[in-house]
């Protein structure tokens, strides 16, 4: 948060067919939907999020992410980012304000790595879903699927990930709370945090530009993480791997696809980062340990297969 | 509705380059055919008409498609025959040849 990037806000992802992305996103995952806009767009968020959305479906000729979107704590704060977006290099586009219904003006930048990026001061709050702020009960009692509680971070793969990590530190203030280095000290991944939670957002070097990895959802518990994978068969979902842990971040988790290809993760847990912590670091020889931490190895698909 | 969909014999399947051949059962796609049989001759991805993993050509046969990213087949590409395996549906035996995945290398790298 040194720079005033509080969190991940939003992100939009593009999918093939809208009707059976919902029935992922909404009744698999559990996001509540909470909109509709003019062009077609479906706005869902986890039921604790206190904004009116976090996941912006589009359909599209093409899977794969349009953005991802940082709120940041207010306007100056928007405004001085945004020159500084500027001085560093980055191409920067001002969408005006509704563009995304219930949501202000947002600063748009691309990056090194091909991807689209934004921040944003104002959005519409409708609090938690089905629980009051006053008193609140433990959780709504008619949530579906997964219930997951919370959009968490996304995964994104590219070329020139020093680029980007760079973009993200020294413009936006975020740490890195994790790494993966190889022999000769070169990063092949970065995991990022603007707060206290493992990562907010994360980067594997990879040849093409603006690829999309994973947009991950928080459950509370490795019971729950067992229940989705259940769900994932129930339902006959494309699974990629898991229930398993992660060795960068220690998360618990487990990895599918939408009906578009994109993947989607749950997982419960994770180390926590504060800014006098040094990055925690895997070494590329131990990469299969680092990202699955049970079997150990990774499978082609986990690599390859990003929209 | 020709002969061949109203019995419910599966399709055979013959992937070329792989010198391999399987039977899909109908109304699966060509990729979901080949995990059910452990046929193990076309990469398997997303299963969601995505990620381009399961990219094939087809030689010979009728079939049905759902719609796949244009990323990975573009319509001239389709016009040549390559497919999405994963959104393939044979209405006939067919001949077909895997692994035409590649990875388009970033031509420009750094902010422009
Ligand atoms: S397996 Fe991903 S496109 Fe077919
Ligand atoms: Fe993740």
Known sequence: MKKGVMRPGHIQIRVLDMAEALEHYRDLIGLIETHKDSQGRVYLKGWTEVDKFSVVLREADEPGMDFVGYKVLNNQVLEKLEQELIAFGCNVEAIPAGELDGCGRRVRFDSPTGHMFEIYAEK???????????NPEAFPRDLKGMKATRFDHCLLYGPNIAGTIQLFTEVL??????????GEGTRLAGFLTAGMKAHDVAFIEHPELGKFHHSSFFLETWEDVLRAADLISMTDTSLDIGPTRHGLTH???????????????????????????EPVTWTADELGKAIFYHDRVLNERFLSAVT | MSSTDSS????????????????????????????????????????????????IRIIKGRFTSKRMSKAHVSPEEAEKGYALACRTFPSENMVIESDHFQIDEAVELGTS
Not at chain 1, 124 to 133: A, F
Not at chain 2, 18 to 36: A, F, H, I, P, V
């Open chain 1, 124 to 134: 519409e709050q409708t609090g938690k879903w089905g629980v009051s702020n006053v």
């Open chain 1, 251 to 277: 998360g618990k988790t487990i990895y599918f696809f939408d009906p578009s290809g994109n993947r989607t993760e749950v997982f419960c847990g994770g180390d926590y980062h504060y800014p006098d912590h």
């Open chain 2, 8 to 55: 419910n014999q599966p399709f055979e399947i013959k992937v070329v380059n792989r010198g391999k051949t399987y039977l899909c059962d109908q109304g699966e796609s060509l990729l979901s055919g080949m995990e059910q049989k452990s046929a193990d001759c076309i990469n398997v991805g997303c299963r969601g008409g995505g990620c381009g993993m399961c990219k």
């Open chain 1, 173 to 182: 203030g975020f740490d890195i709370a994790e790494q993966v280095l190889d």
